[in-house]
């Protein structure tokens, strides 16, 4: 039971650092209905960007805000330069348009940054609780705590901004009808930009956690492909969904890892660990099963 | 003036129902087919084969099943490099364990297998579709790969998991040097093109196609869903499957699951895209650009970067490899979104005008 | 329209350019390698140290008896269909001569073993690749050499029972590993030495790429092993690392092959890395006198590879020297045999592999003490020497901590054996018959 928790645990708050990554998917794709696969070389950009900046010289407090430039300038280019000129081409055509965006950044980042792997030390070691430790022999690793303090934190943020200012306003309003939104003098192509930026601003988060816990390098690309079953779970235009898909890939994923191989071993004999890259996949089409838009998507009706 | 069709009646039901109704087409098609046997064999050197236009041919080929799941039918898939998995691993395990069977049949069981690998996972297109689905099939990308890794029975229990294919023999004819593997190569993707292109203009392809532009419409018209969904990732998976086997046997000689990455899917969808959705030219086209660029740029850049005494270092140099690489899909994407097909469609509309344009 | 035609023509220039060989009197290096890509900063330091030998053997030498060294780099990102073309690119031009292939990379060494014999092309996989061709009379141009992931993982499992006070008996030894072919090639040896000593050996893998591990570490937790052997590339390096020390699992019970040793896998874990053990075969450092000298003579040339010369003297860099500095040492013998001061082909090189005597005392001359062990190969044995150093991590720096440990080769080369074989049959290979080589 205790090892059961213990894993379930790990995994919720892993899962936490999934939803970190889907929340800039969802940011995107709500505003302008861009599937954004570049997402994940965002991450990479802006964690390379922090230790790009700090290895200039830049003390953290500096490079933050610097890499946070770096973001949101990227934005407002992709915007200006790709996706402005491919309004009203299909989705899929937008979506191999980010294909193609992140490609870009893997060359261009490494080649401004250095592509050695590097540290990020955020002051947070990563060590095991030892009040939990010794109260309840349980493993709570202190940094994936304070990610997922950061997680809620970021998530209310955005929840406020959505709801509270005027630009959030707008953002809603764009994300429910582009051509409504514009009709009533809503500058189209500055929420977007706006979008890109914030979107950048998750990215950075994202990318410096993940940094500080793997290390900052080409690898963080691919946190974009677990970002992928949460956003279906969660569905592509849900905020809340995104942090409710992680928590539930996170957790579930673990729990297979670990109790899932067994099973398959006594049934088939040899060894089936490692099924963490297809099982939040397989997970989520059965989710599908039941609710194919998510489960906070909106439901879409088919007209002829 | 080079192009044009006045003048070519059709007199019987035959000559408009062929399958390239305008002459300069099929003397067109004929010439390409007669440079692709004829003359090429005899004047490409052995890099050419191995290198270019062997993996150029595959590519094509699993190119042309993407094109028919995604520009035909409208399935948006990212899983293409597993069902050529799945063909790889099925044309090894039929040669192995079925003595003497000819290579041929093998490639045929190996795509009918993909084929029925792809039914499996084309479930989920009856209820979801666009992005979604894209995701869905990203499931059959990682769990395939992982099965092909966890079950030692696919790779006779070799222990690192890699199969070195057989000898690729047809009725005690071995072939062995690049020259008749590109022959051979050739031969079954040219049958399997006109097929495609054959399938496309039948009922199936029209009902695709009506899927693909909206598909509670085509259902109103009564175009049953699920038979022509599943029929198209079928086809699709097995086009693939085929293209598997063939990249496994022709061209590397010697795989790993994991080298049926995402990556992989990722570059045969890129083909497509960048070739023109929908179109079996495009397929081809896009092989080849997709394929070509990289080598090109390799060679061009150092050459370029000496030339102007650029300091630049390798790493540099594969670094812009990359960014160029993105670049140039995003730039194909907004200034020719309809892919290199369309440009050969001006070129022809230019051809039948010129040089009398008005 | 036209903007598309220029890089057609360009094309077409390019590939005329292809055609240029190397001069004949030259000796040609075709040279597969990775800077880019999830690896590209492993590829970096290591061509990086490979390409700059050469250098110096050209700057400092003239080259090898006056031949001179020239090459030609491919970039294949890791990237098993890119490997090939690259090769079938480069081995045009490395027909009249040519060095030994290093790939880095065991997916490329093994879409390149049958081809590498129809082209008469040495491939050498220092450390990495198809383990069984050891056995040489089955494959001719294959060169596994130093050592193989099996030897390597029975020198571990020495250096634990060292540790252990000469007994394994009822201890728990968890491997973790890279659910890849690079991976799940030590298993068998594993379970081989876990018969022999009575331990216990639990398998734990890894999903490619690994930058997500918690499960796995609580599993480790829970199993409480006494040692892990971990057999990790890329991320899933840093990120175990860093896992083991979320659960409070000691970096000192964890011991990596070569490929889980060096600087770019410790960095970027920062305090997390301290006291994690790994295999080597090199040291680190700048102060061996051959990476002190390549520093004055190529980079006070101002000829060095390394973009960023910190890597000077990594780990991986020194890797790169010393797969040089055996390629260099075979071409010597290559000339030694067939004419001094001409360049040698692909056959020739092969015939100076398999006859490969490189002693300490040669090591020495060449100021590379420590960048290899003793290589002795033969016909029989294409591995030469099975020995690796087991070096810890002390937070800064990799510190070497054993002597050379050699694997169990009475255990591990007859699995080779039987491997071969297996392979001959399937392939309808005749092997030769090593006692009538020379």
Redesign the interface.
């Known amino acids: 039971m205790r090892f059961f928790l213990e894993v379930l645990i790990s995994g919720l708050l892993s899962g936490v650092m999934y939803s970190l990554v889907a929340l800039g998917f969802v940011l995107i794709y709500k505003a302008s209905g861009v599937f954004n696969f570049a997402q994940g070389a965002m991450v990479y950009l802006a964690a390379l960007s922090v230790v790009g900046c700090m290895e200039k010289g830049a003390p953290l407090w500096l490079a933050i805000p610097l890499a946070l430039g770096i973001m949101t300038l990227f934005g407002i280019a992709t915007e200006k330069f790709v996706l402005r000129k491919l309004v009203n081409q299909p989705p899929i055509a937008l979506f191999m348009a980010t294909i193609g965006l992140a490609f870009f950044i893997e060359g261009l980042a490494p080649m401004v940054f250095g592509s050695d792997p590097r540290a990020l030390d955020l002051g947070i070691v990563d060590e095991p609780i030892e009040a939990i430790l010794n109260r309840w022999g349980m493993v709570i690793s202190r940094f994936d705590l304070v990610a997922a303090g950061i997680a809620a934190l970021l998530v209310t943020v955005l929840a406020l901004f959505f709801q509270y200012t005027r630009i959030g306003r707008a953002l809603r309003a764009v994300a429910d009808d582009h051509q409504a939104a514009l009709s009533i003098g809503i500058p189209l192509q500055h929420i977007w930009a706006i979008v890109w930026g914030v979107a950048g601003f998750v990215a950075l988060v994202a990318g410096m956690l993940w940094g500080a816990r793997n290390g900052v390098q080409f690898a963080l690309t691919f946190t974009a492909l677990k970002a992928l079953p949460v956003l279906i779970i969660g569905g592509f235009t849900s905020v809340p969904g995104a942090i409710v898909g992680g928590l539930i890939i996170g957790a579930s994923e673990k729990l297979a890892e670990i109790y899932l191989p067994p099973l398959m071993e006594s049934a088939f004999g040899g060894n089936f660990g490692g099924i963490e890259g297809w099982f939040p996949y397989v997970l989520a089409l059965l989710f599908l099963l039941i609710r194919p838009e998510g489960l906070f998507g909106e439901k879409h009706i088919d007209r002829v | 003036m080079f192009y044009r069709e006045a003048g070519q009646f059709k007199s019987s039901y035959a000559a408009d129902q062929q399958l390239f109704p305008i002459r300069q087409d099929r003397i067109g098609v004929l010439l390409l087919l007669a440079i692709a046997f004829l003359v090429v064999p005899f004047v490409a050197g052995e890099y050419w084969f191995s290198a270019i236009l062997i993996p150029f041919l595959i590519f094509s080929l699993a190119a042309l099943g993407l094109n028919l799941l995604t520009g035909y039918a409208g399935q948006l898939s990212l899983g293409s490099a597993a069902f050529m998995a799945v063909g790889a691993y099925a044309a090894y395990n039929f040669e192995l364990r079925v003595d003497g069977l000819p290579i041929l049949f093998s490639f045929a069981l190996a795509g009918l297998t993909a084929a029925g690998v792809g039914i499996l996972f084309g479930l989920p297109s009856l209820w979801i579709k666009g992005f979604y689905l894209a995701v869905a099939t990203l499931a059959a990308q990682f769990f395939i790969v992982w099965c092909l890794t966890k079950f030692p029975w696919f790779s006779n229990h070799s222990s690192s998991g890699v199969i070195s294919t057989q000898k690729v023999t047809l009725f005690g004819y071995a072939f062995t040097s690049p020259r008749e593997k590109y022959l051979l190569v050739l031969t079954i993707v040219t049958v399997l093109a006109l097929a495609a292109k054959n399938l496309v203009r039948s009922s199936t392809g029209r009902a695709w196609m009506a899927v693909r532009d909206m598909d509670v419409a085509a259902s109103v018209i009564g175009i049953r869903l699920m038979p022509t969904k599943l029929l198209a990732f079928a086809v699709s998976s097995f086009y693939c499957g085929v293209a598997g086997a063939l990249y496994a046997f022709c061209y590397l000689g010697s795989v790993e699951p994991d080298g049926f990455s995402l990556d992989l899917s990722f570059r045969v969808l890129f083909m497509i895209i960048i070739g023109g959705m929908g179109s079996i030219l495009g397929s081809f086209l896009g092989a080849a650009f997709i394929l070509l660029l990289p080598i090109f740029l390799d060679i061009a850049l150092p050459w370029l970067a000496g030339a102007l005494g650029l300091p630049f270092s390798n790493a540099t140099v594969s670094h812009i490899q990359i960014l160029l690489f993105g670049t140039l899909i995003m730039f194909f994407l907004i200034v020719e979104p309809h892919g290199l097909a369309r440009l050969w469609q001006i070129a022809k509309e230019k051809l039948r005008l010129w040089p009398f344009p008005h | 329209?036209f903007?598309?035609r220029k890089?057609l023509l360009?094309?077409a220039v390019?590939?005329a350019?292809?055609s240029q060989a190397a001069l004949a009197e030259d000796q040609f290096f075709p040279i597969v390698?990775y800077?880019?890509?999830?690896y590209?900063?492993n590829g970096?330091a290591f061509?990086g140290g490979f390409v700059d030998y050469l250098n110096y053997v050209n700057l400092k030498d003239g080259g090898i008896n006056g031949v001179k060294l020239v090459w030609e780099?491919?970039?294949t990102?890791y990237?098993?269909?890119?490997g090939?073309?690259c090769y079938?690119?480069l081995?045009?031009k490395a027909k009249v001569s040519t060095g030994p292939l290093h790939t880095m990379s065991?997916?490329i060494s093994?879409?390149l073993?049958?081809?590498a014999v129809d082209d008469k092309l040495p491939l050498a996989m220092m450390g990495y690749g198809?383990t069984d061709a050891v056995d040489g009379s089955v494959f001719p141009y294959a060169f596994p050499l130093v050592t193989t992931y099996q030897m390597q993982a029975s020198a571990i499992l020495k250096f634990i029972k060292d540790k252990e006070k000469g007994s394994l008996e009822g201890k728990k030894i968890a491997f973790l590993y890279h659910?890849?072919?690079?991976g799940?090639?030590p298993?068998?040896a594993l379970q081989e030495e876990a018969k022999l000593n009575k331990f216990d050996l639990s398998?734990?893998?890894?999903?490619?790429?690994g930058?997500?591990q918690?499960?796995?570490w609580?599993?480790i937790?829970?199993e409480n092993p006494n040692y892990v052997i971990f057999w990790g590339w890329?991320?899933m390096n840093?990120?175990a690392l860093?896992a083991a020390?979320?659960?409070?699992f000691p970096r000192e019970k964890i011991i990596g092959s070569w490929w889980a040793g060096s600087e770019?896998?410790t960095?970027?874990?920062?305090?997390?890395a301290k006291g994690y053990m790994a295999a080597t075969w090199n040291v680190a450092g700048t102060t061996v006198p051959l990476i002190a000298d390549i520093e004055k003579v190529v980079y006070g040339a101002n000829k060095g590879?390394l973009?960023?010369k910190t890597?000077l003297g990594t780990i991986l860099y020194n890797r790169g020297v010393s797969a040089a500095v055996l390629s260099v040492e075979a071409l010597r013998g290559a000339q030694a045999k067939y004419g001094k001061g001409k360049p040698v082909n692909g056959e020739q090189v092969r015939w100076a592999l398999e006859n490969l005597d490189i002693t300490d005392a040669r090591l020495k001359e060449i100021g590379a003490t420590d960048l290899l062990p003793p290589i002795r190969t033969s016909c029989a044995n294409h591995e030469g020497s099975g020995m690796v150093k087991i070096q810890q991590w002390d937070g800064a720096k990799w510190v070497p901590v054993s002597g050379w440990i050699e694997g169990d080769k009475a255990l591990i080369h007859p699995l080779f054996k039987v491997?071969a074989q297996q392979?001959a049959k399937?392939?309808?290979i005749v092997p030769r018959d090593c006692t009538k080589e020379s």
């Open positions: 329209m903007a598309y890089p360009a094309v390019s590939f350019l292809l390698s800077r880019v890509g999830p590209g900063a970096q061509y780099e491919c970039e990102e990237n098993n269909a890119k090939v073309e079938e690119r081995k045009s065991t997916g093994y879409a073993i049958e081809k198809r659910d890849s072919a690079y799940k090639e298993i068998v398998l734990i893998p890894v999903a490619h790429p930058n997500e918690s499960a796995q609580l599993k937790r829970q890329g991320v840093q990120t860093k020390q979320k659960v409070g770019e896998d960095v970027p874990a920062g305090d997390a590879n973009q960023d890597k491997s392979y399937e392939k309808n």
